[in-house]
């Protein structure tokens, strides 16, 4: 079956940093935009990044600009996502997903950028307190 599962996430102290890792399985990331969310309670999921598995091309929101770097190890069939200096606003539940449109991850500062996505992981927990 296809599958997206997402893990890394942590409690963590403000101030520290986290690599979180999607891992695809029952399909190979050829043609792809796989992007990176988070939800906190009482919100809307909200786009973080997102990249093109075929050319490593990397897009972020523009309100979230600085700490965060996606990457992806084809080999390995998983995209990263790097946060530095985490803030307890950053706490969410952080989810992967992807399209199979390459134009996708263009569209992420755009308001129903996250309704583009058709398969989702489960979603890790990040907490940052201390």
């Known amino acids: 079956q296809v599958q997206l599962v997402e893990s890394g996430g942590t409690l963590v102290q403000p101030g520290g940093s986290l690599k979180l890792a999607c891992a695809a399985s029952?399909?190979?990331?050829?043609?792809?935009?796989i992007g990176w969310f988070r939800q906190a309670p009482g919100k809307e999921r909200e786009g973080v990044s997102c990249?093109?598995?075929?050319?490593?091309?990397?897009y972020y929101a523009d309100s979230l600009k600085g700490r965060f770097t996606i990457s992806i190890d084809n080999a390995k069939n998983t995209v990263y996502l790097q946060i530095h200096s985490l803030k307890p606003e950053d706490s969410a539940v952080y989810y992967c997903?992807?399209?199979?449109?390459?134009?996708?991850?263009?569209?992420?500062?755009?308001?129903?950028?996250?309704?583009?996505?058709?398969?989702w992981g489960q979603g890790t927990q990040v907490t940052v307190s201390s």
């Open positions: 990249i093109l598995s075929n050319d490593g091309s990397e």
């Open positions: 029952g399909f190979t990331l050829d043609y792809y935009s």
């Open positions: 997903g992807v399209d199979r449109s390459l134009l996708t991850c263009a569209y992420i500062n755009s308001a129903g950028y996250s309704r583009l996505f058709g398969l």
